[in-house]
């Protein structure tokens, strides 16, 4: 068992997880603004991004590139100098670090290397969003990015689809129209869907309805912003009949190992498939085995 006491005095430096405005700067805490100004270095996932935050707040503290493409080069040395006694602040270009951002192995690799590890509350689309909806605000399931690929989406979805939490998702614009043609088919036309759009910036907006309703909007409108999705849990609400099997175009098998690959474990998988497809859940699980054993 690990026990981390934040405030005691290290022979290690420290890393903040440190959150930056959604949008609007005065947002921005005055613990954040304290603490970029007193660690001894900035890892940012774009550090021009950043430049503009911190000349804001007239903060003068260097900043390292931090980012999904450097991780693998970077841990190792940010994970030094913390040995070396530096402190040091991580950000994202917006909102909570790790959150559909970079950040969780870097905190992985601190807990490992006994660094302690501090969080400083402050900005999340996902929470913002959540809470104007109106929709339940708790128990809720916060799940980032949905698949691009539509195949892999709609399988996404097919697994989600009687969870009874709120659901959070983000999306980007270029994708929305898409996304919520899936979520109705697959959710159902009639489930409550809010979205939320640039959220604390100048042109905020939340658009409230049915799936069905928000394609149309998403279809008769030109879309900009970045997106946050609200959607209210179904555990009551079917499936939609036209797409009762999402996975249609792959084999029995296929089908089931796709929806293993989303997370299901094998014999819920199963019973999924053979229960749309009407087939024998036995055989088919016999089938599936006796194909992962080959």
């Known amino acids: ?44 996932e774009d550090t021009r991004h950043t430049a503009q935050l911190l000349n804001q707040f007239a903060i003068t503290t260097k900043q390292i590139s931090f980012h999904e493409h450097n991780k693998e080069t ?19 270009d917006a909102g909570m670090p790790s959150i559909s951002d970079p950040g969780h192995e870097l905190v992985l690799a601190a807990l490992d290397a ?11 689309a996902g929470i913002t969003a959540l809470i104007a909806s109106g929709l339940a605000p708790q128990p809720f399931l916060f799940y980032g990015f949905l698949q691009r690929k539509p195949k892999e989406q709609q399988a996404e979805l097919v697994a989600l689809a009687r969870h009874s939490e709120t659901m959070i998702f983000y999306e980007a614009p ?10 109705a088919k697959i959710l159902g036309p009639d ?12 042109y905020e907006e939340f658009l409230r309805g049915t799936a069905e309703e928000l394609v149309r909007w998403s279809q008769d409108n030109q879309v900009r912003g970045e997106f946050v999705i609200v959607i209210e849990g179904g555990l009551e609400v079917e499936l939609a009949a036209e797409l009762q099997d999402p996975l249609a175009d792959l084999s029995n098998l296929e089908a089931v190992d796709a929806l293993v690959k989303q997370g299901l474990k094998t014999t819920a998988a199963v019973k999924e498939i053979a229960k749309k497809r009407q087939l024998d859940r036995q055989t088919l699980y016999l089938a599936y085995q006796e194909q992962n054993e080959g």
Request: aromatic share 2%; glycine share 6%; proline share 6%.
């Open 114 to 124: 006994d660094i302690p590890v501090v969080p400083i509350p402050g900005a999340s």
């Open 74 to 92: 970077r841990i190792p040395e940010l994970i030094d100098r913390l040995q070396q006694g530096l402190d040091l602040a991580q950000v994202s």
């Open 191 to 202: 489930r409550r869907v809010v979205l939320a759009r640039e959220l604390t910036k100048r």
């Open 1 to 44: 068992m690990q026990v981390q006491k934040s405030f005691i005095k290290q022979m290690t430096g420290t890393l903040f997880l440190v959150p930056t405005p959604i949008g609007n700067l005065g947002d921005m805490t005055q613990r954040a603004i304290e603490t970029l100004k007193t660690v001894n270095l900035i890892a940012a």
């Open 174 to 183: 270029h994708r929305l129209a898409k996304t919520l043609a899936n979520i």
